[in-house]
């Protein structure tokens, strides 16, 4: 009998232990299946819903398709040019005129050339949301300065389009497309809109270019008779809008100095041009002894080294000068930029003691008392140095513009929108978005004078701008599409 048990007992053992280590393996299979299949399915999911929700086909690979297109739609052969009231920018407008009706958006020309496309949103006659660029451009321009601001507002709209969301805004959302910001063709800045916020002078109707041809002429050689009575219902009524927004390219190396994609802009600096002429006395390079000369060159040189000295350390020159206070000279330091660009002589010739040099000015600052005393300070020193050097000097103010301030809670709706985005795309919480002046002009300085303005800078590489070398990086369009979307988020 005991044989038998112990017979049984053993393959009872047996087997038992057989069927541990079977279900021991089964487990552990089942786990190293289960574990492979979920995190297969798990990483699927978070990048499918992320990339679903974050749209990349229409803010990334849809709005870079466009720049693109947008990009070939020239007057010139072989670089981009799209002047005001050209044949090359009514293409574009047409162009984006469809965009704008793909995003669902009601589509008008006004009178001044300028596109808008409008979504009335759940109550139409609360204030309007205003967000544009330009669609002009300079000579031999890059494809993103102005067509990036236009192309992100109207994709982020799509995308609320998509998703049901559009018909919830809480109030009208209009994108404008400037005609006109550059102002190649009439050395006039902001045609557009400055017209829409009623600071256009009807002056500016008569404008010629360089053919003679006005800008009311223009208008009128494509259908848009302007005159002086509907120059001036162009202008909006600032109780009707909300206020205006513009996403831009930094034209600036900062973003990429930072490692950032968005900044948001604190204010467009003020802006101050000049021409100076310095007259002397002409005379032969090799018979005028040095110590006789009044030669207006070498005045110049020592004049635009002034500036330079004054706009690097306008402390050492202000601090003593009770115009400034503490905070004037340290916005002052950060971001007062001086500049020469173009200089002139007569005769211009390598053996001839010029008679008189002309060159330019151009000072910029965020704040408006310090721009003034620095320009105080350099017309003392430049009449200083011309005495001395016995030659006269002629100072012209060509261009005076105030700075502009971006509203304090616009910008934080910005801020917070670009922060959203980032996060989305990343997955991470993000260092704080950064702060940053503009020192070129933009749209949102005439439409200051309408309402609050707010404006969002995307990183361009090597800060290039103005050139075919410009370029943003196809990933920043997308968190510019994203962060438009994310402030969109703000009004429904
Ligand atoms: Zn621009």
């Not at 300028?114 to 949301?129: I, P, Q, V, Y």
């Not at 909006?236 to 996403?247: L, P, R």
């Not at 749209?443 to 103005?466: E, Q, T, Y």
């Amino acid at each position: 009998m005991a044989v038998p048990f112990a017979k049984s007992h053993f393959l009872w053992s047996f087997l038992s232990i057989f069927l541990h280590i079977l279900a021991v393996f089964l487990l552990l299979l089942t786990t190293y299946v289960s574990a492979h299949t979920f995190s297969d399915i798990g990483s699927e999911d978070v990048d499918s819903s992320r990339r679903n929700d974050l749209y990349s086909e229409i803010l990334r690979d849809e709005a870079l398709a466009r720049l693109n297109e947008l990009g070939k739609v020239s007057d010139a052969d072989g670089y981009l040019e799209r002047t005001f009231m050209s044949a090359a920018s009514l293409r574009a407008g047409n162009l984006i005129r469809c965009w704008m009706e793909d995003a669902g958006l009601t589509t008008w020309f006004d009178h001044m050339g300028n596109l808008h496309g409008r979504f009335e949103g759940m109550n139409r006659s609360a204030e309007t949301l205003l967000i544009g660029s330009h669609l002009d451009t300079v000579v031999d321009a890059g494809i993103f300065d102005g067509s990036l601001g236009i192309i992100s507002a109207l994709s982020a709209l799509k995308v609320l389009k998509s998703n049901g969301m559009l018909a919830k805004l809480k109030r009208p959302v209009e994108v404008i497309a400037f005609s006109d910001e550059e102002g190649v063709r009439f050395q006039s800045t902001f045609l557009g809109s400055a017209a829409i916020a009623g600071i256009l002078p009807v002056s500016a109707l008569q404008i010629s270019d360089k053919s003679g041809v006005t800008v009311q002429d223009s208008l009128k050689e494509n259908s848009l008779g302007i005159t002086e009575e509907s120059l001036l219902q162009l202008k909006y009524d600032s109780k009707s809008v909300w206020g205006y927004v513009e996403v831009h390219i930094e034209q600036g190396p900062l973003l990429e100095w930072v490692g950032f994609p968005l900044g948001v802009v604190k204010g467009i600096a003020g802006q101050t041009r000049l021409k100076v002429v310095v007259k002397g006395s002409q005379g032969h390079a090799g018979t005028v002894p040095m110590s006789l000369r009044q030669d207006p060159m070498a005045a110049a040189a020592e004049l635009i080294v002034l500036l330079e000295r004054l706009c690097k350390n306008p402390k050492d020159f202000l601090s003593y000068d009770d115009q400034c206070n503490d905070s004037t000279i340290e916005s002052l330091s950060s971001s007062l930029v001086c500049t020469v660009g173009e200089i002139s002589t007569w005769p211009s010739a390598s053996n001839v003691i010029p008679g008189q040099v002309t060159f330019t000015v151009d000072i910029r600052a965020m704040d408006d008392m310090g721009r003034e005393a620095v320009l105080y300070e350099l017309s003392n020193q430049m009449y200083q140095i011309c005495d001395r050097r016995s030659v006269s000097c002629i100072v012209e103010s060509k261009h005076d513009a105030k700075a502009v301030v971006c509203d304090s809670e616009l910008s934080s709706q910005l801020k917070f929108a670009a922060n959203v985005a980032l996060k989305r795309m990343t997955g991470e919480i993000q260092d704080e978005v950064p702060i940053l002046m503009s020192g070129a002009g933009h749209d949102a300085m005439a439409m200051s004078h309408l309402s609050k303005v707010g404006m969002l800078f995307v990183r361009c590489r090597g800060g290039i701008s103005h050139s075919p070398a410009e370029h943003v990086l196809d990933d920043d369009v997308w968190a510019a599409g994203l962060a438009i979307v994310a402030f969109l988020e703000t009004h429904l």
